[in-house]
């Protein structure tokens, strides 16, 4: 480390002032840091005060400088741990945001498909009521060409059925099926099997209308 010079520490002494200190021995600020008080201005035929004030800031000049403390292995863990909280706390903050947009997007879509089945299942029941008409006529082959176009709505349903009426459109696919092949046989209890499939088209209906 650099000592600085009298000069440098104290830059109001005068050329004639820095050649008294010289000539009285004083050539270094560590010199001046060391001097007795009273021999120096003697000497340097200075006055004995301002020899004391300069001697002052030579002293404080050469005082070694405290070392900076740093963080503690205890303040640093504390510091980690504050750190390391926020950034969870943010974290969380954005995940939580992100799940309920998620959410929220998942019932619009659910939404949206329930609306597509509700109007299926509306078709599929004007179908079975038709062929309950054609088949009080004994229009079988008519009956079952209704039961064909209830068939084709039942299978749109299946396609775009979420899963909160997935089951509703399972048991219409199957009474569908009992009811086809009751119909087809010319079956007695035709006519029964084809009233509940119109009935369950109709909890479906209504169930999937509830949610418009």
Same mark, same amino acid.
């Given at each position: 480390?650099r000592?600085p010079?009298?000069?440098?520490?104290? !830059?109001q002494?005068?050329e004639?002032?820095?050649e008294?200190?010289r000539q009285?021995?004083?050539?270094?600020?560590?010199?001046?840091?060391?001097?007795?008080?009273?021999?120096?201005?003697?000497?340097?035929q200075?006055?004995?005060? @301002?020899?004391?004030?300069?001697?002052k800031?030579?002293?404080t000049?050469?005082? !070694?400088? !405290? !070392?900076?403390?740093?963080?503690t292995?205890?303040?640093?863990?504390w510091?980690?741990?504050?750190?390391?909280?926020l950034?969870?706390?943010?974290?969380l903050?954005v995940?939580?945001?992100?799940?309920?947009?998620?959410?929220?997007?998942?019932?619009?879509?659910e939404?949206k498909l329930?609306?597509?089945?509700?109007?299926?299942?509306?078709?599929?029941?004007?179908?079975?009521?038709?062929?309950?008409?054609?088949l009080?006529?004994?229009?079988?082959?008519?009956? @079952?060409?209704?039961?064909?176009?209830?068939?084709?709505?039942?299978?749109?349903?299946?396609?775009?059925?979420p899963?909160?009426?997935?089951?509703?459109?399972?048991?219409v696919?199957? @009474?569908?099926?009992?009811?086809?092949?009751?119909?087809?046989?010319?079956?007695?209890?035709?006519?029964?099997?084809?009233?509940?499939?119109v009935?369950?088209?109709e909890e479906?209906a209504?169930k999937?209308?509830?949610?418009?």
């Amino acid at each position: 480390m650099r000592i600085p010079t009298i000069a440098e520490v104290l !830059p109001q002494l005068s050329e004639a002032q820095l050649e008294s200190l010289r000539q009285a021995g004083v050539t270094s600020l560590e010199a001046l840091a060391r001097a007795e008080v009273a021999q120096l201005a003697e000497k340097a035929q200075l006055p004995k005060e @301002q020899v004391e004030e300069w001697k002052k800031r030579a002293q404080t000049a050469l005082a !070694p400088t !405290p !070392p900076r403390r740093g963080l503690t292995w205890g303040q640093l863990g504390w510091l980690l741990a504050a750190v390391l909280f926020l950034v969870s706390v943010i974290g969380l903050s954005v995940m939580g945001r992100r799940v309920h947009r998620a959410e929220q997007m998942r019932i619009q879509a659910e939404t949206k498909l329930v609306r597509v089945v509700s109007q299926a299942a509306e078709q599929a029941l004007v179908q079975a009521r038709a062929a309950q008409q054609e088949l009080a006529a004994q229009n079988w082959g008519t009956a @079952q060409e209704r039961l064909t176009d209830v068939g084709l709505a039942v299978n749109y349903m299946e396609e775009m059925a979420p899963a909160s009426v997935r089951a509703g459109v399972q048991r219409v696919r199957a @009474q569908l099926g009992d009811t086809q092949t009751a119909v087809g046989a010319q079956s007695q209890d035709a006519a029964d099997r084809l009233t509940r499939l119109v009935q369950l088209l109709e909890e479906l209906a209504g169930k999937t209308r509830v949610v418009r």
